[in-house]
Nanobody
Framework: QVQLVESGGGLVQAGGSLRLSCAAS????????MGWFRQAPGKERQFVAA????????YYGDSVKGRFTISKDNAKNMVYLQMNSLKAVDTAVYFC???????????????????WGQGSQVTVSS
C-alpha cells in the first residue's frame, strides 16, 4: 500500500502563491505517476497536474497552465505543486494522488489513480 500526506494549503490573497507538498510512503516502488486534483464545492473533481516518475513528463490542466508547476524530489518521494498567480476560482480542496502504470491519457481521470491523500484546503481571497 501507498500512503500520501499533503501539506502546505492555506489562505492566500489573489495574485499570491502557495506550494503544496505530498509525501509518499509505503510501497512507493509501485508508483508510476503522481498527480494533483482539486474539488470545489458543487463541482466535480478536476485534474490539475500530473507527472510520471521515470520519464519526468508533466501534464497540466488548461485552467492552470502557465501558473502552476508540478515537480518531484526522487530521493524523498515528494511531489510539489507550486501555485502562482492564484485566482479565486482556484479555491478548492487539493488532493495528491498516485497511480500504478497507465497510459498518459489516463492521468487526466481521477478514476485511474489508486491512492489518495487526505486533501488540503486552498482558499484564495480577493
Amino acid at each position: 500500500q501507498v500512503q500520501l500526506v499533503e501539506s502546505g494549503g492555506g489562505l492566500v490573497q489573489a495574485g499570491g502563491s502557495l506550494r503544496l507538498s505530498c509525501a509518499a510512503s509505503g510501497r512507493t516502488f509501485s508508483i508510476y505517476s503522481m498527480g494533483w486534483f482539486r474539488q470545489a464545492p458543487g463541482k466535480e473533481r478536476q485534474f490539475v497536474a500530473a507527472l510520471t516518475w521515470s520519464l519526468g513528463n508533466t501534464y497540466y490542466g488548461d485552467s492552470v497552465k502557465g501558473r502552476f508547476t508540478i515537480s518531484k524530489d526522487n530521493a524523498k518521494n515528494m511531489v510539489y505543486l507550486q501555485m502562482n498567480s492564484l485566482k479565486a476560482v482556484d479555491t478548492a480542496v487539493y488532493f495528491c494522488a498516485a497511480a500504478r502504470p497507465q497510459a498518459a491519457s489516463g492521468l487526466y481521470d481521477p478514476r485511474n489513480f489508486n491512492y489518495w491523500g487526505q486533501g488540503s484546503q486552498v482558499t484564495v481571497s480577493s
